[in-house]
């Protein structure tokens, strides 16, 4: 339980840091909450500055009316836009709002970053979808018994409906897509092996533990809906890459959700040496760099 909860912890942080944004801009715009006594409090603020700028108009001379409203127009509103005499009053008050263009351009550049990047990892992850896709449509149907039968026994054993399972030349380690029912991607090289020994050697046990061991493993990603966790990680990186916290995250999701599926190969029953040594097997065919 310890690695599903942080796991989950991970997960939820990164959304909650894609979320959070945006609540507390509409809290702002309805003025939920706490936001909505500072609205009051400046609707007041501008009504009562009006009331001056009433009065002084009644109370002051025509040529100096003009003027006075002006000046409190500008308080209220911050800008001198409707104000030709006080724009030319305070000429050199006005030189650093023409200078605004500066900071106009660093966030212009900045946004231009963010989009490339959000757009990178965008296109990344629909490649890594449509190559998923792909590799799923071009496997063949297992009819090994053995590989078979133990992915009905880890099925049972974590209590989900098996999942459809593939032979593919395109994958060199079990591989799991995690939707829905699951669908399980075998190498043909290991399948054959396996099947060669079994049949030269009688080693149908040694085989259907083997096997047994690694669907424990694959299986419990369909059993913590990792294809669907997965995805959201993934898409929250692609909305703040900038952010360095939302990649250390990620890393910590991956290496807990992986820690949680070999403790549900544990608890399925799987000797711990046995497992070790199964995953050790699977080592150098570890791809370097893929998203899948």
């Known amino acids: 339980r310890r690695p599903t909860t942080k796991a989950c912890v991970s997960l939820w942080t990164m959304v909650a840091a894609l979320a959070l944004p945006f609540l507390s801009a ?71 709002l023409a200078q605004s263009p500066a900071p106009s351009s660093a966030s212009t550049f900045a946004m231009t970053i963010w989009l490339v990047l959000s757009g990178t990892l965008f296109l990344r992850l629909l490649m890594s979808v449509w190559q998923a896709r792909r590799w799923m449509r071009d496997a063949d149907p297992s009819d090994d018994e053995t590989v078979n039968a133990a992915v009905r026994a880890a099925a049972n054993g974590l209590g989900i409906v098996a999942p459809r399972v593939s032979i593919s030349d395109k994958v060199r380690l079990p591989t799991v897509f995690a939707f829905g029912r699951g669908v399980l991607l075998l190498p043909r090289e290991s399948v054959s092996i396996d099947s060669n020994a079994e049949n030269a050697d009688a080693g149908r046990s040694i085989t259907y533990e083997r096997w047994f061991a690694v669907f424990c493993h694959e299986l419990g990603h369909v059993r913590r809906h990792d294809g669907r966790n997965r995805l959201t990680v993934e898409m929250v990186l692609a909305f703040l890459p900038w952010q360095p916290l939302v990649w250390l995250l990620r890393r910590e999701f991956l290496r807990h959700a992986e820690e949680a599926c070999d403790d549900w190969a544990i608890a399925s029953g799987v000797n711990p040496l046995d497992y070790a040594t199964v995953l050790a097997e699977f080592i150098p065919s570890v791809p370097r760099c893929s998203l899948g």
């Open 26 to 96: 509409g809290a702002r715009q309805f003025g939920w909450g706490v936001f909505a006594a500072g609205v009051v409090v400046k609707s007041a603020e501008i009504q009562e500055a009006r009331q001056v700028s009433t009065s002084l108009h009644q109370q002051t001379p025509i040529h100096q009316s003009a003027e006075s409203s002006v000046n409190v127009d500008w308080i209220i509103s911050g800008t001198v836009e409707e104000s030709p005499s006080l724009a030319l009053q305070n000429e050199t008050q006005d030189q650093p």
